[in-house]
């Protein structure tokens, strides 16, 4: 666990994405899922973000 710290504060943000799909069908299989949780790690990376 990191903390950031600034000059009048010591905080932890955590946040929680939730994918919504239109149809209520399983639309995002095994193939689709191990490509969004690369790109997430890939885009994440360029901002200073860890995929939990």
Do not use: A, C, P, T
């Amino acid at each position: 666990m990191e903390l950031d710290i600034n000059q009048h504060s010591v905080y932890l943000l955590n946040y929680h994405l939730v994918m919504v799909v239109k149809y209520r069908r399983k639309v995002i299989n095994d193939e689709i899922s191990e490509y969004l949780k690369h790109r997430f790690v890939v885009v994440g990376q360029s901002y200073g973000i860890n995929l939990q």
